[in-house]
């Protein structure tokens, strides 16, 4: 059973985007990649009393365990995502060599390229000297299905009150998507390992900023009623959100980001940026990028 399958997610999505087909054709690969991921055994297990303690003391599952997944493993998933970083950024293919050949020496590891405080893949992209974006980018779409398997076991374990910091609390990394659920709260996406989080509404997750004008609201309007992006004026930080109270049937957080091109360029253009990168930011300028 595949351990994320999102290709009837992506197909809905394609459809209702068909103005944004030939841009989304990139991610097509990697969903199929990522459906036919064979875990290599059983989810590891999460001791609740373990993932509460981390929890309490501000640090997230993964930052203090390990990886168990070998080179092997991903390396077809993560072939897939280095080809999508090329067809949209070309003047990245020396720098995907150079992964691969690190790759094959064994001097690079799956767990190379985990988050940590500074950076997802800090590790990874100051070994090989490519852009940070790149990297994290990589990370989620090279090793999604292996770092949620990782993880699979401590979902269930998670209680509200526990966790209230604005990074994942399953692997570390920034928020890629959020939700506004049925009950009116803020849920936050992790598009590297797919675990959500409930967080405040009136506080920015990337720094922390609460005042009474700290967050904008920027409003696409017309077919996209019920999208919106969340912005801090502070940090300039931005989150693509979904009412699900009004766009019931919207999909899996991570396709519908993909699919809303057109929302990050009203961010960007805006002058805001945004924590986990698509192709999109990996085909602008490395200077107006993540």
């Not at 990697?30 to 929890?55: F, H, K, M, N, Y």
């Not at 060599?97 to 893949?121: H, K, Q, V, Y």
């Not at 940090?235 to 899996?252: E, F, H, P, Y």
Request: aromatic share 8%; proline share 8%.
């Amino acid at each position: 059973m595949a351990i994320i399958d999102l290709r009837d997610d992506w197909n809905d999505v394609l459809e209702r985007r068909r103005a944004f087909a030939s841009s989304l054709v990139p991610y097509g690969p990697i969903v199929d990649a990522w459906a036919q991921w064979e875990p290599p055994g059983a989810s590891p297990a999460w001791s609740p009393d373990l993932c509460t303690e981390r929890w309490r003391r501000g640090v997230p599952l993964i930052g203090e365990a390990s990886l168990d997944v070998d080179r092997g493993d991903v390396e077809d998933m993560l072939a897939v995502a280095m080809e999508a970083v090329t067809a949209v950024r070309p003047d990245e293919a020396s720098g995907m060599r150079r992964l691969a050949d690190e790759w094959d020496a064994g001097r690079i590891a799956p767990a190379s390229f985990l988050p940590t405080r500074g950076a997802i893949g800090a590790d990874a992209a100051q070994q090989l000297g490519i852009r940070a974006a790149v990297i994290a980018f990589l990370a989620y779409a090279g090793l999604r299905p292996a770092i949620e398997w990782t993880l699979r076991g401590a979902r269930e374990i998670a209680s509200e009150g526990v966790w209230s910091l604005g990074i994942c609390p399953f692997c570390g990394a920034p928020p890629g998507f959020a939700d506004i659920v049925e009950d009116g709260r803020l849920q936050l996406a992790c598009h590297v390992c797919g675990g959500t989080w409930i967080f405040s509404r009136v506080r920015c997750p990337l720094c922390g900023a609460d005042g009474p004008r700290d967050l904008a609201r920027l409003e696409p309007g017309g077919a996209d009623e019920a999208y919106f992006i969340s912005a801090c004026t502070r940090c300039k930080g931005s989150l693509k959100q979904i009412d699900r109270r009004q766009r019931w049937n919207a999909r899996s957080p991570v396709v519908e980001d993909w699919g809303s091109p057109h929302l990050d360029l009203a961010a960007r253009q805006a002058g805001y940026w945004r924590p986990i990168p698509t192709l999109l930011d990996l085909a602008a300028p490395p200077s107006s990028g993540v």
